[in-house]
């Protein structure tokens, strides 16, 4: 067994215009280090397609999915905020971006992969069922916890989302449910957009304690990701004990970053996704997904998703 991949390179036709810190260099750093790195030809190169808008429509509202539809085939250069840049082609390709979360996730699920990661733009975590944000469409990991349990009959899915930003779109779409254990590690949201992710934002209704934020000062580092790995997420992942972990794999808390302010190393990821791999034994017969968010740093984004993907491929090959 192995560690899925997926990438396409009309991914880098989603053109967000000079000095866009989500530009398509990101996955040319990507893609050159994992070939430099040796870890590219491991990996399982899957082909995939496109999402179809009924599909994403199962969380985010048709009159948004058809609205980015038409803004993007319009020229317009952004939807609902100037963050979230487009080009004509960017709805499409923010469809194939969750078709292809989809794709490893149906591949898992059939025992075809042990895990993946997917290296795709735009970013989701951000996408709110009716509105875009920070440079997010659709909400691809979201989408990908509906189809687990919808299609696939899962009772508990994890998702667990490291970027240095608080993936509230991720929350607000799942927030109302038991089915869904929502878990993000972020920069203090008093020091950090999106302004969310405060600790006493636990879930609503029926979803009342199966969302955990954990906000961190700025200036947190390995040592302070792990404690709080250590004493709140790995607990509340276990007594969850979730049948398949996402994983919302932003590289921005990298100490580079320009738009995040801690101080991660490579290390430090690679011990994270150690520890949820750890998680997906013991619970999800190794089932895990990993779906790029942020990270825009090149060099640091390169290194900490080197010794991500490095990490899947250990645990596939063991």
Known sequence: MTTGFIYDERFLDHDTGPGHPERPDRLRAIVAALRSAGLWDRLEHLAFDAATPSRIERLHSPAYVHRVIETCASGMGYVDVPDSAVCEASADLAMLAVGGVMRTVDAVMRGEIDNAFCAVRPPGHHAEMGRSMGFCLFGNVALA????????GLDRVAIVDFDVHHGNGTQHLLEDRADVLFVSVHEDPMHQYP??????ETGRGAGRGFT???????????????????????PKLDAFAPQFVLVSAGF???TADPLGGMRVTTLGFVEMTEQLLAVADRHAAGRLVSVLEG?????????????????????ASG
Do not use: R
Request: net charge negative.
């Open 145 to 152: 916890a509906e189809s687990l349990i919808a299609d696939h």
């Open 195 to 200: 302004g969310t992710g405060f600790a006493q």
């Open 212 to 234: 955990l934020n954990v906000p961190l000062a700025p200036g947190s580092g390995d040592a302070a990701y792990q404690a709080v790995f250590d004493e709140q997420i790995i």
């Open 252 to 254: 921005d808390a990298a």
């Open 295 to 315: 990270g825009y740093d090149l060099d640091a984004l390169a290194a900490g998703v080197c010794g991500h993907v490095g990490a899947l491929l250990e645990s």
